[in-house]
């Protein structure tokens, strides 16, 4: 299982009701973070899968409603006497985030290690693959893509046949060749199927709509999106503060041909979100809007 959840669906300023945006994704043990704006503890606490199972932040970019909540978590992870290491990482300018806590924290009882992202970079957190691509924002801002990969088939009768100890067949299954004195004995293209789907989960904000994020969600069973004005007639409005409406996330979602779209980084001023939701769902019929808490739990498909 592929857990998400939509911590926070505000922009520039949390307000009644409306947490500031964050996301949140859980596999395998391990939880992922990507921005934690100011007061994203407490949706965190209401939703209760753990502070310490907080295994890397990743942070779209340094503007103060997508950061303001780090030293807030951090304290509850000192409070919860965390030992393990946490991983910061984000685009170029991460130095913000270390003066923040160097200032806060004297002393940290954990391990915090910061990582600068460029553009493209990939690697694995807890069996999660992660993409990213620079955005078109007023500063340096990544939008990032989460994977599980699925192994193929183990293809049990077939290592039968081939007579292959059944304590290789693990080793097999993970891609890995056996060999004996040196000899390759066996192979996984002995016993394995074809390639099957994993599960994708993109996020991105404060954007304009761009090729590179078309190709980052690509495929992706979800897309949570910018959605920081409803009205079409704000798309001026949109174009000179870098970021998008409604319809213009809902056409990336359709050329990124997604499975579902949540839309999330409402504008202050966009007191009902869901009135405007026609717009995008005239392009993009699987178009949601984004509410805190939301959460959704990703299976693979029986194959």
């Given at each position: 299982?592929?857990?998400?959840?939509?911590?926070?669906?505000?922009?520039?300023?949390?307000?009644?009701?409306?947490?500031?945006?964050?996301?949140?994704?859980?596999?395998?043990?391990?939880?992922?973070?990507?921005?934690?704006?100011?007061?994203?503890?407490?949706?965190?606490?209401?939703?209760?899968?753990?502070?310490?199972?907080?295994?890397?932040?990743?942070?779209?970019?340094?503007?103060?409603?997508?950061?303001?909540?780090?030293?807030?978590?951090?304290?509850?992870?000192?409070?919860?006497?965390?030992?393990?290491?946490?991983?910061?990482?984000?685009?170029?300018?991460?130095?913000?985030?270390?003066?923040?806590?160097?200032?806060?924290?004297?002393?940290?009882?954990?391990?915090?290690?910061?990582?600068?992202?460029?553009?493209?970079?990939?690697?694995?957190?807890?069996?999660?693959?992660?993409?990213?691509?620079?955005?078109?924002?007023?500063?340096?801002?990544?939008?990032?893509?989460?994977?599980?990969?699925?192994?193929?088939?183990?293809?049990?009768?077939?290592?039968?046949?081939?007579?292959?100890?059944?304590?290789?067949?693990?080793?097999?299954?993970?891609?890995?060749?056996?060999?004996?004195?040196?000899?390759?004995?066996?192979?996984?293209?002995?016993?394995?199927?074809?390639?099957?789907?994993?599960?994708?989960?993109?996020?991105?904000?404060?954007?304009?709509?761009?090729?590179?994020?078309?190709?980052?969600?690509?495929?992706?069973?979800?897309?949570?999106?910018?959605?920081?004005?409803?009205?079409?007639?704000?798309?001026?409005?949109?174009?000179?503060?870098?970021?998008?409406?409604?319809?213009?996330?809902?056409?990336?979602?359709?050329?990124?041909?997604?499975?579902?779209?949540?839309?999330?980084?409402?504008?202050?001023s966009l007191k009902n979100p869901d009135k405007?939701?026609?717009?995008?769902?005239?392009?993009?019929?699987?178009?949601?809007?984004?509410?805190?808490?939301?959460?959704?739990?990703?299976?693979?498909?029986?194959?």
């Open positions: 299982m592929f857990d998400v959840c939509l911590l926070g669906t505000g922009g520039m300023m949390p307000v009644p009701g409306r947490n500031l945006s964050s996301l949140i994704l859980r596999y395998g043990g391990v939880s992922i973070l990507v921005d934690c704006g100011e007061g994203t503890q407490v949706p965190l606490q209401k939703l209760g899968w753990g502070f310490l199972n907080i295994d890397t932040i990743f942070f779209t970019h340094y503007h103060a409603d997508h950061i303001m909540g780090l030293p807030g978590i951090i304290y509850q992870m000192i409070n919860q006497e965390r030992k393990k290491k946490l991983n910061l990482i984000g685009p170029e300018g991460i130095d913000v985030l270390k003066n923040l806590l160097n200032v806060l924290f004297v002393e940290m009882p954990f391990e915090v290690e910061y990582t600068e992202l460029k553009d493209e970079d990939s690697l694995n957190v807890g069996g999660i693959a992660v993409k990213n691509a620079v955005m078109q924002h007023t500063s340096l801002c990544l939008a990032y893509s989460f994977e599980v990969k699925r192994l193929p088939k183990f293809d049990a009768k077939k290592a039968k046949e081939l007579n292959i100890p059944v304590e290789y067949w693990h080793r097999l299954q993970h891609g890995e060749s056996i060999a004996k004195d040196g000899n390759i004995m066996y192979t996984p293209e002995m016993v394995l199927g074809s390639d099957r789907k994993g599960l994708k989960v993109s996020y991105s904000t404060d954007t304009r709509p761009t090729k590179d994020l078309i190709k980052l969600a690509e495929n992706s069973d979800l897309f949570v999106g910018e959605g920081m004005y409803g009205d079409p007639s704000d798309a001026e409005k949109a174009v000179k503060k870098y970021h998008s409406t409604f319809l213009e996330t809902a056409l990336v979602a359709k050329e990124a041909n997604v499975k579902e779209l949540w839309l999330t980084h409402f504008s202050p405007y939701l026609k717009y995008a769902k005239d392009v993009f019929e699987n178009s949601v809007v984004g509410f805190d808490m939301m959460t959704k739990e990703l299976r693979f498909k029986n194959s």
